[in-house]
């Protein structure tokens, strides 16, 4: 049973895989819900008439995004390794932005709005991340885009999406507007037959305070 | 009954397991200053990074140090209020995982409970008493009728005292945290040398003053920040260790002033000092040679932020049946705990 928390935007998710199917907790647009995520697997487990010890692996949002949020979830999945030995694996939400986006598209650019008018972006191709994670200010992300020359953009920033390929002058750029998903960590994870840590996950912090 | 506590509210990480209330088993505390320093008081977002970071190695490592692993833990406890919101959420997360994960009770703690209750590893306190919490967070003064309950009788209105220790030090360049730089550089200093202001607020007189029991910090830590000289007793020499030690009285000496004032209004001979700033030598001595009441203080090693006291704590909650749900969340106030009934305190 594989479990997978996505805590780093406010669009809470939870996923169980039984290697066959999906178990998800619907996805909640709520500031601060990440703060249920124990008391929500525990009901999602019960559901299943399953408990903790059931879950063979667990994976997390590692960011970037919310400083909080990432903890969370982050602490959550460290804790479940130290009590139950679970295996850990840490997955990037740009990286799941784009691995979504990318099924269809080539190149991205995935990003997700920081503070201080600020975006955390990366660029891929052929579901491969060819740059670092990225703090970039407005007119930096602009310049950004106009270099690597994206076919889509994929953020859950609707607004801000829009009127960067607006001043960028990008117009054949797709506009994909979605969130990391607690599923296509799973997928990811398994798509990329990623392995698990021998240690507890960190936080991604591309920017520092 | 072993019972693994887990602290963050501020910038301490600590992990204990205690038994039966009373044995401290291990009592393992990271502390942040290092990280803070640069900045002379605690960056909040930087705290909730580091207690992240090691939270689970505190855990390990107490439990390692307890010999009872998680097989031998019988229930979690974990401060949930006061304190900052992030860095009570890495604890909480941690303390829910464990609980659901281990099938054990969860109990949720007062911050300030805890420290109260850290007399008790030391002390057979008789209730009821009057309280004093003193650290870089908090400047409270209580009447407790008896464990984990207790009604509010004044705070500061700006300032922490640990807070002011911290800021004069910056202030003076003696480093963070302020309150052992203070009091080790006041030992070479003449404490008559300045006379900064004692702020009591209202008169021993005002029996009915709103601010009889409340305290202020801002006043004394500008007299010494900005106008030092103004207050120099003539003739005296003007050195940091001569305004440390100036600084240190009047900061202290109004904890006492106060404490002697609940005393006598409430008739309760006993007076519990906890909190980093119970630490300072000065505190101590002047409550322990205080004739009019009996003082109680927690042993050194638990007057800064801990889990022991979060655990002990706990081993009387869970006796009263208190328990915890996973949906337990953090608060950054305070709460009056009057026989059951809480009331958001206004400050």
């Known amino acids: 049973m594989i479990l997978c928390v996505e805590t780093a935007t406010n669009a809470f998710g939870l996923s169980l895989f039984d290697g066959r199917d999906y178990h998800d907790v619907e996805t909640v647009y709520k500031t601060a819900y990440s703060q249920n995520v124990v008391a929500e697997a525990k009901a999602l487990l019960e559901r299943m008439e399953k408990s903790f010890t059931d879950v063979t692996e667990a994976y997390a949002d590692i960011g970037p995004g919310s400083f909080t949020g990432i903890r969370i979830g982050v602490c959550f999945v460290n804790t479940l390794h130290q009590t139950c030995g679970v295996p850990l694996i840490g997955v990037s939400s740009l990286d799941l932005l784009a691995f979504e986006a990318g099924r269809w598209y080539n190149p991205v650019v995935a990003f997700i709005r920081s503070?201080?008018?600020?975006?955390?972006?990366?660029?891929?191709?052929?579901?491969?991340?060819?740059?670092?994670?990225?703090?970039?200010?407005?007119?930096?992300?602009?310049?950004?885009?106009?270099?690597?020359?994206?076919?889509?953009?994929?953020?859950?920033?609707?607004?801000?999406?829009?009127?960067?390929?607006?001043?960028?002058?990008?117009?054949?750029?797709?506009?994909?507007?979605?969130?990391?998903?607690?599923?296509?960590g799973v997928e990811l994870v398994r798509r990329h037959k990623m392995i698990p840590q021998p240690d507890y996950l960190k936080p991604l912090y591309v920017r520092n305070i | 009954m072993n019972i693994l506590g887990i602290e963050t509210s501020c910038d301490e990480t600590s992990a204990s397991v205690v038994r039966n209330g009373?044995?401290?088993?291990?009592?393992?505390?990271?502390?942040?200053?290092?990280?803070?320093?640069?900045?002379?008081?605690?960056?909040?977002?930087?705290?909730?990074?580091?207690?992240?970071?090691?939270?689970?190695?505190?855990?390990?490592?107490?439990?390692?140090?307890?010999?009872?692993?998680?097989?031998?833990?019988?229930?979690?406890?974990?401060?949930?209020?006061?304190?900052?919101?992030g860095s009570?959420?890495?604890?909480?997360?941690?303390?829910?995982?464990?609980?659901?994960?281990?099938?054990?009770?969860?109990?949720?703690?007062?911050?300030?409970?805890?420290?109260?209750?850290?007399v008790h590893f030391d002390n057979d306190p008789v209730y009821p008493l009057i309280a004093l919490i003193i650290s870089g967070g908090h400047t409270l003064l209580l009447r407790s009728e008896s464990i984990?309950?207790?009604?509010?009788?004044?705070?500061t209105l700006d300032d922490a005292a640990g807070e002011a220790f911290d800021k004069v030090a910056k202030h003076l360049?003696?480093?963070?945290?302020?309150?052992?730089?203070?009091?080790?550089?006041?030992?070479?200093?003449?404490?008559?040398?300045?006379?900064?202001?004692?702020?009591?607020?209202?008169?021993?007189?005002?029996?009915?003053?709103?601010?009889?029991?409340?305290?202020?910090?801002?006043?004394?830590?500008?007299?010494?920040?900005?106008?030092?000289e103004r207050f120099k007793?003539?003739?005296?020499?003007?050195?940091?260790?001569?305004?440390?030690?100036?600084?240190?009285?009047?900061?202290?000496?109004?904890?006492?002033?106060?404490?002697?004032?609940?005393?006598?209004?409430?008739?309760?001979?006993?007076?519990?000092?906890?909190?980093?700033?119970?630490?300072?030598?000065?505190?101590?001595?002047?409550?322990?040679?205080?004739?009019?009441?009996?003082?109680?203080?927690?042993?050194?090693?638990?007057?800064?932020?801990?889990?022991?006291?979060?655990?002990?704590?706990?081993?009387?909650?869970?006796?009263?049946?208190e328990r915890s749900d996973l949906d337990l969340q953090p608060r950054s106030r305070l709460e009056n705990i009057v026989k059951g009934k809480r009331n958001t305190h206004g400050k």
């Open chain 2, 88 to 118: 009570l959420l890495v604890g909480l997360i941690a303390a829910k995982t464990i609980a659901a994960s281990l099938a054990i009770p969860l109990i949720g703690i007062n911050h300030i409970e805890a420290h109260l209750y850290s």
């Open chain 2, 173 to 228: 360049g003696l480093g963070y945290p302020g309150g052992p730089a203070i009091e080790e550089t006041a030992k070479k200093g003449d404490e008559n040398a300045f006379f900064f202001p004692i702020v009591t607020l209202a008169g021993d007189k005002s029996k009915n003053h709103p601010d009889r029991y409340n305290f202020s910090y801002s006043g004394l830590k500008n007299a010494v920040i900005n106008q030092s």
């Open chain 1, 115 to 184: 503070r201080k008018n600020e975006v955390y972006a990366a660029f891929y191709k052929e579901e491969r991340r060819v740059t670092e994670y990225l703090a970039l200010r407005k007119d930096e992300f602009e310049r950004f885009i106009k270099t690597v020359r994206p076919a889509v953009l994929v953020s859950p920033e609707e607004d801000f999406t829009q009127t960067c390929i607006d001043t960028a002058l990008l117009s054949d750029v797709e506009v994909c507007f979605s969130h990391p998903k607690s599923r296509t």
């Open chain 2, 233 to 321: 007793t003539p003739g005296a020499r003007s050195t940091a260790c001569d305004i440390a030690a100036s600084f240190q009285k009047a900061a202290t000496d109004v904890l006492l002033i106060k404490a002697k004032r609940a005393v006598k209004d409430l008739g309760i001979r006993r007076v519990a000092v906890a909190g980093g700033v119970a630490n300072n030598s000065r505190v101590r001595r002047l409550f322990m040679n205080e004739t009019e009441f009996e003082s109680y203080f927690p042993a050194r090693g638990l007057t800064q932020d801990n889990a022991a006291m979060v655990a002990g704590l706990a081993y009387h909650k869970h006796g009263l049946g």
């Open chain 2, 22 to 85: 009373t044995r401290i088993l291990s009592n393992v505390v990271a502390t942040q200053f290092e990280f803070h320093e640069r900045y002379a008081g605690v960056v909040p977002e930087i705290a909730s990074r580091r207690h992240s970071e090691v939270i689970n190695y505190v855990i390990e490592e107490a439990l390692e140090e307890a010999g009872t692993g998680f097989e031998g833990i019988d229930a979690v406890a974990v401060s949930s209020h006061p304190g900052l919101i």
């Open chain 2, 148 to 155: 984990g309950g207790y009604e509010i009788l004044g705070s």
